[in-house]
């Protein structure tokens, strides 16, 4: 019995070197603008990713660039930077096609597993409006 209890507490805390406790909510922006996504990271982690909607495109960093904002190969208006308690994703000059789910994945390597933490942000992106008159008044 003493085995199976120091085995599930292992476990236990194994899973919870750390754990994604907060970042950005989903967000309104107006197209144009630059857009800043975080994730909040409690603990120790490996590497952090930045995706959007069905891994379009990805950054990667690790927790070795800390504080470093690496431009992202498969986005050349985006930006990562990992800190040892958050990742963000920038983003420049917003536009509609930008609209959509972006995922912040968080990962510790334990042994021959990788352990990971998700964090889902929904993007809308605002156009700014107009209004002009024609002829005389």
């Known amino acids: 019995m003493l085995k199976i209890s120091l085995f599930l507490i292992f476990t236990v805390a194994k899973v919870r070197a750390y754990e994604i406790t907060g970042g950005s909510a ?8 630059r857009l800043e996504l975080s994730c909040e990271i409690d603990g120790e982690y490996d590497f952090c990713s930045w995706s959007y909607s069905d891994d379009t495109w990805a950054c990667l960093t690790n927790v070795n660039a800390d504080g470093e904002e690496l431009p992202c190969e498969d986005q050349e208006r985006a930006t990562i930077t990992g800190t ?31 352990v990971k933490s998700v964090h889902l942000i ?11 008159f024609g002829g005389d008044i």
């Open 84 to 114: 040892e308690g958050s990742c963000t994703l920038g983003l420049e000059d917003i536009s509609l096609d930008d609209q959509g789910e972006f995922t912040c994945l968080v990962a510790k390597i334990e042994g021959t597993e990788v």
């Open 26 to 33: 989903d967000t309104l922006i107006v197209a144009g603008e």
């Open 122 to 132: 929904n993007v809308e992106v605002a156009m700014p409006a107009g209004v002009e």
